[in-house]
């Protein structure tokens, strides 16, 4: 393959917003700096092709503003899944007594919680230091701004700037936490999903604006840990992405477990209540509302970092809403110019951040090319049970009017699910009526996104609903179930053949 430093090659064929012969007709003379390429930010992609660049025995900086890791090591997928973990232990402690087991009154210390988080934090950030020793890999610790198509300005993070310039850049900035507008949020304190982490005494009463995944997990989590939580959800139902039998099965959990949801309520009004409270006042179709608490989350979604970054300086095109726009090999509107990871938008996950990474070495190392082209993008929202989903939902077929059949299975028909008490959710999966092909599936269950990835692999495979029903699976096993489910199509069960 054709790689920007290797001016012998022959171009090899392009399909993307702009001709190859473009793309290959800048100047591919190593820069005054001695840099080939300059990756801005360290997010799970970040963390690896750096140094897979180095071993190449390419001059590579990688320029970062805070800390090594990004979102995921620092404020997203380590931290919160760490606190997770506590708040399902203090949960499922409360339960001792449906198993038999005593085990008196249940409190949560949220300072050891918070350090515990953060010990854990810690690790993961001295993991990837570890590996950015490569010869020919400089970390430089400051904030990037583009002054021209191939050329950064670096504010350095002990003072002063540094300019450098390459011929292969790569921006994997992410996003941050969307800060609340509404009348008087600039008056009190209101928490994001970073600072909230850091409280170190459980809220009264926890309010949280959005009922996406970031909302839901931290309102199960603290309602858990000992709050009284409010989630307000503009929209008519939570998780708005999800099939309705979704949101209403999590709702339905949620409210369960004692957490006031509040749909079709707009925010428009915050303001200081008592001394350390907050009173917030919302629209509804039956008139105003207000909700007085001790603490207020904004979970309202995420911007990207591309303000400061100053892309347009270098002539990189961005969406209507900020994000880098990309094509099917990553590469931005400049020529040998790439962004990966959540900056780019669309779904914002790590490992979508890391197939990302896997692309882009493809693309830059040789010998095989890839495209981000029809890859199938799994998640998992971690409220408990969690809720796992790939492919094609059911509403999504609909609207395609695209024939199709439906297997759905509670999780009070799962062996494994009854003998452990963890029988709320259903799995479910939506199936081509002609070919039998899995489309897609939803798990919402005790350890949905590992029984989805079964059905993710599966998909992959393109092994058809009915080789889904005749497996042999070790009972009693939660995967156990999928021989149910795919035997149980349109509410009608079949015999497996």
């Known amino acids: 393959m054709h790689r920007p430093w290797d001016a012998k090659c022959d171009p090899p064929p392009f ?22 390429v300059i990756v801005i930010g360290t997010s799970q992609g970040g963390r690896l092709l750096p140094p897979d660049l180095a071993k190449a025995g390419k001059r590579v900086a990688l320029v970062e503003r805070e800390h090594l890791g990004g979102v995921c090591v620092n404020t997203g997928c380590t931290p919160t899944k760490t606190m997770v973990a506590s708040a399902r232990l203090a949960y499922q402690a409360r339960r ?12 949560v210390d949220l300072a050891a919680v918070r350090e515990r988080k953060r010990a854990m934090v810690s690790g993961a950030r001295e993991n990837y230091a570890s590996r950015l020793t490569p010869e020919g890999l400089d970390l430089i610790e ?16 002990d003072g002063g700037t540094r300019q450098i310039s390459a011929p292969v850049i790569v921006v994997d900035t992410g996003t941050s936490p969307r800060p609340l507008t509404i009348d008087g949020a600039r008056d009190i304190p209101v928490l994001d999903s970073t600072s909230i982490m850091e409280l170190d005494t459980l809220p009264q009463h926890l309010i949280i604006l959005g009922g996406g995944y970031i909302g839901l997990e931290f309102g199960q989590m603290f309602r858990r840990f000992g709050s009284e939580v409010t989630i307000v959800q503009t929209g008519p139902r939570l998780l708005k992405m999800e099939d309705d039998d979704v949101s209403d099965e999590v709702t339905a959990i949620l409210r369960d477990e004692g957490i006031t949801i509040l749909t079709s309520a707009t925010p428009f009004r915050v303001e200081e209540a008592d001394p350390g409270h907050v009173r917030l006042t919302v629209r509804t179709p ?18 990207p970092n591309t303000k400061v970054l100053a892309p347009e300086a270098a002539g990189i095109r961005l969406s ?7 094509d099917e090999y990553l590469e931005t509107s400049v020529p040998g110019t790439y962004a990966m990871g959540d900056v780019k938008g669309g ?7 890391y197939d990302d990474y896997r692309v882009l070495r493809a693309n830059l190392l040789g010998p095989e090319k890839r495209s981000t082209r029809d890859r199938i993008v799994p998640y998992t929202m971690f409220i408990d049970p969690q809720l796992g989903r790939v492919g094609m939902s059911e509403q999504q077929a609909r609207e395609q009017n695209r024939p199709v059949h439906i297997a759905k299975l509670p999780m009070n028909g799962v062996i494994r699910a009854i003998e452990t008490g963890e029988t709320r959710g259903f799995m479910k999966a939506v199936i081509d009526a002609g070919s039998g092909e899995i489309l897609g599936a939803v798990v919402l269950g ?18 058809s609903a009915t080789a889904m029903s005749n497996l042999i699976v070790t009972h009693p096993l939660l995967a156990e179930g999928l021989n149910t489910l795919f035997m149980t199509v349109d509410g009608q069960e079949f015999a497996a053949t």
């Open 15 to 36: 399909t993307g917003a702009h001709k190859r012969g473009d793309l290959w007709g800048y100047d591919l003379a190593v820069a005054d700096n001695g840099y080939d």
């Open 96 to 107: 001792g007594a449906e198993y038999g087991v005593r085990t008196g009154p249940v409190s």
């Open 142 to 157: 400051g904030e990037a701004r583009f002054t021209g198509p191939k050329t950064v300005d670096i504010a350095l993070r």
């Open 286 to 303: 039956d008139g105003e509302e207000r909700i007085e608490g001790s603490h207020l989350l904004a979970a309202i979604g995420r911007v």
């Open 320 to 326: 209507d809403r900020g994000y880098i726009e990309v």
């Open 347 to 353: 779904p914002a996950f790590t490992h979508l951040s």
């Open 446 to 463: 005790a350890e949905g996104g590992e029984i989805m990835t079964i059905i993710q692999t599966a998909m992959l495979g393109k092994l």
